[in-house]
Antibody, heavy 119, light 107 residues
């Protein structure tokens, strides 16, 4: 059973870079035809797709965040990561990582991690 | 447009049938997937593809699609189905879209 776990600082200062890592267990991140995705959810609001990466390194990003987002993968550690630069309070949210199956659906999700942007 | 539209809230009497809809141009080309989210929990996939349920999802959950509208139907709603439901699809660039979510209340 694949499991995903987000990790990273829970507090980030405005204008700095938010960095999160998703560790995948129960399977190799480089096996199979999967995309590895990041999604976020501000408190009391809906889900927002941030972007995804294929194990080849190919990426897609939400156009509204594209200028600030970088997603990368480290197959040796079975991890993928999110960097979001120049953060503001509007970036405060629970951040989820997820695995996208062939067909475009998000079959496995991490439990989520709250990141607060505040000085 | 690159948006998915859902009704903000829907209610259903216990044991009755409810349909939650999602509208968007991308649904003419790509199937929606549906996610259930309970307070304080991560979303859970309940329907994907034409009408597929992951293992462990009750068969009272079903999906359908017509034109630019995808629907999630719960036949015989249970108290534990009270949750937020989100639809998701892709656009031609591979970017994902989420609907704004529907809060389901079981009366």
């Amino acid at each position: 059973q694949v499991q995903l776990q987000e990790s990273g600082p829970g507090l980030v200062k405005p204008s700095q870079t938010l960095s999160l890592t998703c560790t995948v267990s129960g399977g190799s991140i480089s096996s199979g035809s999967y995309y590895w995705s990041w999604i976020r959810q501000p408190a009391g609001k809906g889900l927002e797709w941030i972007g995804r990466i294929y194990t080849s390194g190919s990426t897609n990003y939400n156009p509204s965040l594209k200028s600030r987002v970088t997603i990368s993968v480290d197959t040796s550690k079975n991890q993928f990561s999110l960097k979001l630069s120049s953060v503001t309070a509007a970036d405060t949210a629970v951040y989820y990582c997820a695995r996208e199956q062939m067909g475009g659906y998000l079959g496995y999700w991490g439990q989520g991690t709250l990141v607060t942007v505040s000085s | 447009s690159s948006e998915l539209t859902q009704d903000p809230a829907v209610s259903v009497a216990l044991g009755q049938t409810v349909r939650i809809t999602c509208q968007g141009d991308s649904l003419r080309s790509y199937y929606a997937s549906w996610y259930q989210q309970k307070p304080g929990q991560a979303p859970v996939l309940v329907i994907y593809g034409k009408n597929n349920r992951p293992s462990g999802i009750p068969d009272r959950f079903s999906g359908s699609s017509s034109g630019n509208t995808a629907s999630l139907t719960i036949t015989g709603a249970q108290a534990e189905d009270e949750a937020d439901y989100y639809c998701n699809s892709r656009d031609s660039s591979g970017n994902h879209l989420f609907g704004g979510g529907t809060k389901l209340t079981v009366l």
